[in-house]
């Protein structure tokens, strides 16, 4: 059984950076996409980023320039590193991975960005 566990939210002011950790209990490597999302309320849960297995990467136009995602295999791990934080990247921060046996969702984590 796969599972996706969601850390390092956190309240932090605008222009500062933050990284988020998804650990991955069970094979990353069977994950052949893996990717973070966020949700505020009344919306829609919308991409942020993904990762492929040849590490092709896409990000939402939104965070481009300031937001990389990559995966330390040997710590079975997806990170997203947030630079230059707006206000408006305050959301719950999913992480979602995909084998060819199901999709998977960590809990969300709350990220939010106030002075």
């Known amino acids: 059984q796969v599972q996706l566990a969601e850390s390092g939210g956190a309240l932090v002011q605008p222009g500062g950076s933050l990284r988020l950790s998804c650990a991955v209990s069970?094979?990353?490597?069977?994950?052949?996409?893996m990717g973070w999302y966020r949700q505020t309320p009344g919306k829609e849960r919308a991409l942020v980023a993904t990762?492929?297995?040849?590490?092709?990467?896409n990000y939402a136009d939104f965070v481009k320039g300031r937001f990389t995602i990559f995966r330390d295999y040997t710590k079975n791990t997806l990170y997203l590193q947030m630079n230059n934080l707006k206000p408006e990247d305050t959301a719950v921060y999913f992480c979602?991975?995909?084998?060819?046996?199901?999709?998977?969702w960590g809990q969300g984590i709350q990220v939010t960005v106030s002075s």
């Open positions: 979602k991975g995909e084998n060819r046996h199901a999709d998977y």
């Open positions: 990762i492929a297995s040849y590490s092709d990467t």
């Open positions: 069970g094979d990353i490597y069977s994950m052949y996409r």
